[in-house]
């Protein structure tokens, strides 16, 4: 018995086919299973968040917070001899002060003189 070529290429082929139908099939499956892991890990941080979202909510009610804050803060209502305006601060030198750019302006006539919210100038 006598085999032709073309029956032998396409045997070569026809088996070239199963192998690469084995490969997809064997990789679909590990794609499965990589996604089923997700899916699950997916579920568990969902629940993960439900639990933390229900401590926050239990945590930050109003009347828990009002009482720590009693408890552990020494806070009490401000009155009226608490408030003062800016100006009323003393001007103390700071490591924030605008330094002046060069030592060039120390020959001037005048200083440049900064001034502040309240309205109050602070010359340098």
Partial sequence: MIIRPATIVWVVLLMAAAFGL???????????VEV?????????????????KAEWTYLTRPE???????????????????????????VTASTNA?????DDEEGSPEAPSVTLVSGATHAR
Avoid: C, I, W
């Fill in 64 to 90: 828990r917070l009002r009482e720590l804050s009693a408890k552990y803060l020494p806070l009490k209502p401000m009155n009226g001899q608490q408030l003062a305006d800016f100006g009323s601060l003393p």
């Fill in 22 to 32: 084995y490969m997809v099939k064997f990789k679909v499956q590990a794609v499965k």
């Fill in 36 to 52: 089923a892991a997700t899916e699950k890990h997916l579920r568990e941080e969902k629940q993960n968040l439900h639990v933390l």
């Fill in 98 to 102: 605008v330094q002046p750019a060069s």
